[in-house]
Structure formats: C-alpha cells, structure tokens
C-alpha cells in the first residue's frame, strides 16, 4: 500500500501534539524551584506533582486509545487540549501543594493521556515500508518539546512570576495544541475498526493474552524509572554541583536535543537492523548512561549524560507503537500502544519521588543510578526475550 500525502500531514501534527504535551509535562524541571520554594516543600514532595501526572497519563492512556479507536483523534485530542490548558491555568492560582497535585497532576495528566496515544497511534496505520522513519519523525515531538518548552519557560520566570509563566503557557497549549489536532485523522486502513468492520490484527484482549506482548509489557515496567527519574532530578543534581539554574534546566532541554537525534535516525536503523532488535541495544544502551551522570563532577559530564540518555530514551519511545504495529497489527492499535504505556505508569510515580526521598536521606544519587541500571539491564532482557518468542506479522 502506497501511502498517501496526507499521511504526512498526520505525521507533523502528531509531531505538534507531541511536543506541546512533553513540553508542559517536562517544564516541571522549570517550575521545580518555584514549587519547592512557594510551597516550603522537600524534594520527594515536589516530585509527587510530575509522578502523579506521569501515572495518571499512562494508566489512563488505554483508555485514550479506546476513545480514539472508537471516535477518531481528533476529537479525543481536541478535548485533551483543553484539559492540559485548563490544568495549567488552575495550577496557577494553586495556594497549596495539594491543589497543585490536583491540577497539574491530576487534570494536566488527564489531558495528557487523551493527546498521547490516541495522536502517536493514529500515525502508525497510515504507514506501511517507511513506518519507522514516519513513527520517529512524528515522535521526535517529544525530543523537541522537551528542548524547547522547558528552556523557554526557565527563560519567563527570570522577567515574570511563575504564576503569569504558567498562563501564558497555558494559552500556546490551547491555540497551537487545538489547531494541530484539528488536522489529525484515521488513516483509510483503520477506517473499518472505526465503523465496526474489520482490520487486519488482533483485538486488544487477544494481544494482552499474547506472551510476545506480556515480555514487551515486563520490559516497559522495568525501563519506566530509569526513564523519567532524569526528566525530574537531572536539574536538581545540576544545582548541587553549582550549576547555575539556565544551564541546569538547560539539561533537560539536551535531553531533548539527544532525543530528537535518536528518533530521527532510530527509525532509519530500525527499519533495517530490525526494530525489535534496536529496542534491545537501546534498552541496553539507556542504562549504560546512567554510568556518566554518576561520575559527574561538573558540567560536562552532565552535557554527555543528557545528549547519551536522551538519544537511548527518545528512541525507545518511538519504537514502541511501530512494534505494537508489527507485532499485533492496526485493529486495535491505539489501545494496544495506550495499554503498553500503561507498564510506565508506577515507574513515573515512584520512581522520581523514591529518587528524591533517596536524597533527602542520603544527599546524593549514587543509590539511585545504581538501582537503575540493574532495572535497565533487566528491561533488555526482556526485550530481548519478546524478539525471541514470536515474529513481527504485520
């Protein structure tokens, strides 16, 4: 099946959806001072705010995928905007911590999980030979709403409060974020999912009962806090080492720098080496970093970690739904992706608020890194077990 112009245009809204939506999420590093500060708050207790919007958008991601099998991306995206500006515009008049859990944690998180995997998801139909290169072009959102987004609110709150910061962050997601999403559509082979005929695939009660999804699943859950603990706590060792705050929140901004590189070029690897293979070598490669980031002593250690961490994670995530698609086919591919992500969910609560209790107790890191790498090792194991068990189909 020869793809169809449009499919592209799907492509870079998705891209635009992707990168407002980590954006916001990642902008947590940006607003951590401000956090711990207007609240008196310890770290684990500011790490409860990005944990709790990562577990709520990853276990209700599924949920996403189903209303977006179900009524189509755009309009289960549209809706996610307006949440996420709505969750923005309430943290902002936030008094207490705990209303900040409530709206950036809970609604943000909500929203989030709307726009995630029913937009990624929806790329994957539309794309037969090219599907790598077309999924980590489209999740390259991430990586550059990850290295703009944080950057550029950090830059805000110098001239402005971080309250006023919030709402003009708030407004873009709302008028940029509604305008990409209005542009996104079920691809033409997924159209019968959509209007109760049949698409190639399995149901999404027939993959969970697949073992090559259960060892993809196992492998997700074990990644997950090696994953996000960085995205939370990176700025803050940043900090502890004397660096200023632009270059310490500038290292998630690299983070997003590496993973825009690891998305672009994963795809065309992928495409060839085998993407369940790559998914193996980057598992194993995203763990092998951390070694960097224990070993920092000044900024340039830190530079290499965030660009080395980056490209591992951004090519991670953007192999996840084009195995979905291999592996289980188009029928039920959005709330298949939506119940693979939902294994990140308790390693993005626990894994930033364990990290940060674990430096409240002992004031430094060195207990964390090690953790995960013996988590990171184990996730390639069983990546490498899920290419093992059962070839690609579709």
Sequence with gaps: ????????????????????????????????????????????????????SGFVYFVLGAGGG?????????IVCSAGMALIA??????????????????????????????????????????TTRRGLAGGIASSGVGAGTLLVPVLVAMAIGPMPWREAMQVLALG????????????????AAQATGAGGSATGLTLRETLRNPTFRWLYLATVLASSVMFIPFAHVSASARDLGLSEALAVGLVGLIGVGSLVGR?????????????QTLVLMQLSMGASYLLWGAADGHALLVLFALWF???????????????????????????????????????????????????????YLGVMAVCGVLSLCATLASRQMKRSGLAQY
């Design 310 to 364: 980056g490209l591992s994670y951004g090519s991670i995530v953007s192999l996840l739904p084009a195995i979905c698609m291999d592996y289980f086919g188009g029928k039920s591919v959005a709330s298949v992706v939506g119940a693979l992500y939902s294994g990140a969910a308790v390693g993005n609560l626990l894994g930033p608020v364990l990290a940060g209790a674990v430096f409240d107790h002992s004031g430094h």
């Design 173 to 188: 997601v709302l008028v940029l974020g509604l305008l990409a999403a209005a542009l996104l559509r079920r691809a033409p």
């Design 66 to 74: 189903m209303l977006a099998d179900r009524f189509g991306p755009r």
């Design 86 to 127: 709505l969750g923005l515009l309430a943290t902002s008049w936030a008094t207490s911590l705990q209303a900040v859990y409530v709206s950036y944690g809970l609604l943000v998180g909500l929203g989030i999980a709307l726009v995630y995997t029913p937009s990624i998801a929806s790329v994957q139909p539309w794309f």
């Design 1 to 52: 099946m020869k793809e169809t112009p449009y499919a592209w245009v799907v492509v870079w809204a998705t891209f635009v959806c992707l990168a407002l939506i980590f954006g916001v999420s990642y902008s947590f590093a940006a607003f951590f001072e401000s956090f711990a500060v207007e609240f008196s708050a310890q770290r684990a207790d500011v790490s409860w705010i990005f944990g709790l």
């Design 264 to 276: 672009f070029a994963i795809g065309l690897v992928a495409d060839r080496l085998g993407r369940a």
